[in-house]
């Protein structure tokens, strides 16, 4: 049985940014308004959630990982001002890398009201129209009701490629199989002596083998990132994994969610036992959110491919460089499986050493009028185990949403943009962009 509605037209805009429905305006919805906001453009950002960050804020993930390729900062220009935000009030841990969802939050906010962006939490991206190659309205659901946004562009930055998919854009899932990397429910904790930790010397991981052998866990899974430091005796965890889940399920993000919280328990059993230091640790919190690694990918003008990364390659049109590791998280305990994790996590850079993001990898293929930004950018699922982290998305974000301030001023055609005048507004802002000169 079908029925028909008529959805009022709240809102006409230059951009529509961060359509999600789960945390459009997370590290790329963010950066992206702002950017466009700051260029003059009339911007309307969406959040599912009542805060912006996504993952750094409700996922609970404690830290940014990596800024810098050892001599340059790769996300310069709003990535720099968000983290020194974050210096100015909090003293980083975890060698500068941490993340205190609290300030962070606050920055956000700030960031956006500052910026002049027209934004609102509680708010659920749940369709889209479109006339032939450009999106018309992104349509939300809300307290107030559903309603629709007309905007000139829009920027896709839900991270499950919502927008694109539900405009009837062309999209990639996971690997070849069709499988994603597993999720984690990320967790707070309190009561932590660091320095009788680090005084120790015990190695944390020959300690989890030890658990293992005592059947501590339903799951002996070996990769285990840990605890990192995020205040004097507070840590996040971004360890345990959800084999196995569907991130495009609510079913199956239900069950994650359910297994994640009775993981966090066995962790704290395991710290408190094994691990000097944690004696007296307290389990404060478990994510809001699922930390999806991977799902949906746009199709873009180019696709950013693992060939990239090995031959550090150098594009005319790049928005910016990056350099953090191809983190493929193991689909399974099995050892065939964590053996090619190694293979795959083995591939680092050396000091100065980076890729190149072009511009094309943010245009949306199947339309003429919108932009991708996050973790769903167009790239295959090694890249985007590189680029989706905060920072990461931070030099995307910031290009999307300059690039489509510039496509205001071309009736929303992303592609009629002046790429030279992009890259020269985007060094202007910071960005790190040693291969352009003029």
């Known amino acids: 049985m079908l029925f028909s509605r008529e959805i009022p037209v709240k809102k006409?805009?230059?951009?529509?940014?961060?359509?999600?429905?789960?945390?459009?305006?997370?590290?790329?919805?963010?950066t992206a308004a702002v950017a466009a906001a700051r260029a003059g453009a009339k911007v309307y950002l969406a959040e599912a959630l009542g805060m912006f960050g996504g993952l750094g804020t409700a996922g609970g993930v404690p830290v940014?990982?990596?800024?810098?390729?050892?001599?340059?900062?790769?996300?310069?220009?709003?990535g720099r001002e968000i983290k020194d935000r974050m210096n100015a009030e909090f003293n980083l841990c975890s060698g500068g890398r941490g993340i205190?969802?609290?300030?962070?939050?606050?920055?956000?906010?700030?960031?956006?009201?500052?910026?002049?962006?027209?934004?609102?939490?509680?708010?659920?991206?749940?369709?889209?129209?479109?006339?032939?190659?450009?999106?018309?309205?992104?349509?939300?659901?809300?307290?107030s009701g559903i309603f629709a946004i007309e905007a000139?562009?829009?920027?896709?930055?839900?991270?499950?490629?919502?927008?694109?998919t539900r405009a009837g854009g062309e999209y990639m899932y996971g690997n070849e199989k069709g499988e994603v990397m597993p999720g984690t429910v990320c967790s707070h904790w309190a009561n932590i002596d660091w320095q009788k930790l680090r005084n120790s010397g015990v190695s944390v991981y020959q300690q989890l083998l030890k658990a293992f052998d005592d059947h501590i866990f339903r799951n002996n899974d070996p990769h285990h990132t840990g605890i990192s430091q995020t205040a004097n005796t507070l840590g996040g965890g971004n360890m345990g994994h959800i084999f196995g889940l569907n991130p495009l399920s609510e079913e199956s993000l239900t069950a994650g969610m359910v297994e994640g919280r009775k993981q966090s328990v066995e962790f704290q059993n395991f710290y408190r036992k094994y691990v000097p230091g944690y004696e007296g640790t307290e389990l404060t919190f478990t994510a809001s959110i699922m930390g999806v690694r991977a799902s949906r990918r746009a199709v873009g003008d180019y696709i950013l491919c693992i060939e990239d990364y090995r031959t550090k390659r150098i594009f005319d049109d790049e928005i910016g460089r990056y350099c953090y590791p191809v983190d493929i998280h193991p689909s399974s305990t099995d050892k065939e499986e964590q053996e090619k994790f190694q293979k795959l996590y083995s591939i680092h850079y050396a000091p100065g050493e980076s890729y190149g993001i072009p511009y094309r990898s943010l245009v949306v293929k199947s339309f003429d009028n919108m932009?991708?930004?996050?973790r769903c950018v167009s790239s295959d699922q090694y890249m985007q185990a590189s680029v989706r982290t905060m920072p990461g998305c931070y030099i995307l974000g910031q290009a999307a949403g300059l690039a489509a301030a510039l496509a205001v001023a071309k009736n929303g055609m992303v592609r009629d943009i002046d790429v030279k005048e992009l890259q020269r507004g985007l060094k202007k802002m910071g960005a790190f962009l040693p291969n352009f000169n003029e």
């Open 371 to 374: 932009l991708v930004a996050g």
């Open 152 to 164: 000139k562009v829009f920027i896709d930055c839900s991270g499950d490629a919502e927008l694109t």
């Open 64 to 78: 940014y990982m990596t800024f810098t390729d050892g001599i340059n900062f790769c996300a310069d220009g709003l």
């Open 12 to 30: 006409s805009v230059d951009i529509c940014n961060a359509c999600g429905s789960a945390s459009g305006g997370g590290a790329a919805g963010v």
């Open 100 to 143: 205190n969802p609290e300030k962070l939050k606050r920055i956000y906010d700030d960031m956006c009201s500052e910026a002049g962006v027209d934004f609102s939490f509680f708010t659920d991206f749940i369709g889209a129209e479109s006339n032939g190659r450009n999106v018309t309205h992104a349509i939300f659901s809300s307290k």
